[in-house]
């Protein structure tokens, strides 16, 4: 191949000269080389060959009848189908202004005759190759203006997708505003009346007790509890709603101190019940105190409450695996079916009647804010009638 790339083996050559022989030696000569080669004797014809189906590279003759080289040149330099066209001239003038001129009217190079048909061959191929690179050079920008488009959409993207975030983050502030606002109401304004409701109905039942019958006395305990069972839901509500708008600050904590104090919180139940309550060795973790302990309470007091005839057996466990503390509370209770597992933690949902057992159906929806809220997951495994485990994840470090 004597060097020559496969795309310059490809090219189409023009040859343009009024004197066959030299087009037919041209002709050969890159035919031999592998060139596809096409010839025109004047300058009419050469334009029509370039703007029928342009070549890769033209040999112009300057002197020629009717048309020389030099406008031959420029009329190709001005079309646009035809102007990136190299044109490289073959003259026998050999004037330096002849080159000049060749130069000037668009030319990349200049022959003079007679030729050697190796200086062609070699000058042929430079020019191929100079085109090929700026061929190269060109899809290069393009790929490169590609992919500059892309990256600034991306950017675009991102600038929008920050500006929506932001713009969430100002809703969620009016949000948590709002739900502060709404939690002093109800810690105060809603309760009021329930308070008044229980006051006055218990002042009823004390002073006209002996003028009611049983039917009556037993509507006033009625609207009694059920203002206590009003009271009790907001309670909860705002424990649930001042999880994320209430928290402290994370701090090193040790697990077995707050693991004692939930145990404290729930001696009356623990001793009622005789549960017995063990547990491991346990972590110092990352997180808030406060609801760590309402955390734990809660799931202990989840398995006292659900528990069968025989005194709740307790276990409490943890286990670094994979960068997170994981903990487990295990009982012997009542146990679920697994088809419920999913909607315990979903506020207000219960799988028992109250008069079964008391609650408001949120205080595992609250134990799941918590631990979101820690950076971790919260589930649990069940069979029914044979006790649950309740297992929750705490990153190792806290970021």
Known sequence: MNGISVDELKANILVVDDESINLRLLSMTLAQKGYEVRCAKNGELALLAAQ????????LDITMPEMDGYEVCQQLKADST??????????????????????????????????????????????LSIQLLHKKLLEQNALLQKENYERQQEITERLEA???????????????????TFAYVAAHDLQEPLRAVTGYTQLLVDEYKDRLDESALEYMDLIVDGASRMQQLIQDLLAYSRVSSRGQEFRPIDVNDLLR????????????????I?????????????????????????????RREEPPQIYIAAELKDDNWL????????????????????????????????????????????????????????????????????PEYMS
């Open 52 to 59: 029928t189906n342009p070549p890769d590279l033209i040999l």
């Open 82 to 127: 035809t102007c990136d066209i190299p044109v490289i001239f073959l003259s026998a003038l050999n004037q330096t202004l002849n080159k000049v001129k060749a130069f000037n009217v668009g030319g990349v190079d200049y022959i003079t005759k007679p030729f050697q048909v190796e200086e062609v061959l070699v000058r042929v191929k430079n020019q």
């Open 162 to 180: 920050e500006r929506k975030l932001e713009q969430l983050a100002a809703e969620l502030k009016r949000s948590n505003q709002e739900l502060e």
């Open 261 to 276: 104090q939930a145990l404290q919180n729930l001696q009356v139940a623990i001793a009622q019940s005789n549960a017995n």
């Open 278 to 306: 063990s547990h491991d060795t346990l972590p110092t973790i990352s997180g808030d105190k406060t609801q760590l302990v309402q955390l734990f309470q809660n799931l202990i007091g989840n398995a006292i409450k659900f």
């Open 327 to 394: 903990f487990s509370v295990r009982d012997n209770g009542i146990g679920m079916k697994p088809q419920y597992l999913d909607r315990i933690f979903e506020i207000f949902k219960r799988l028992h009647t109250r008069t079964e057992f008391p609650g408001t159906g949120i205080g595992l929806a609250i134990c799941k804010k918590i631990v979101e809220r820690h950076k971790g997951r919260i589930w649990a495994e069940s069979q029914l009638g044979r006790g649950t485990t309740f297992y929750f994840t705490v």
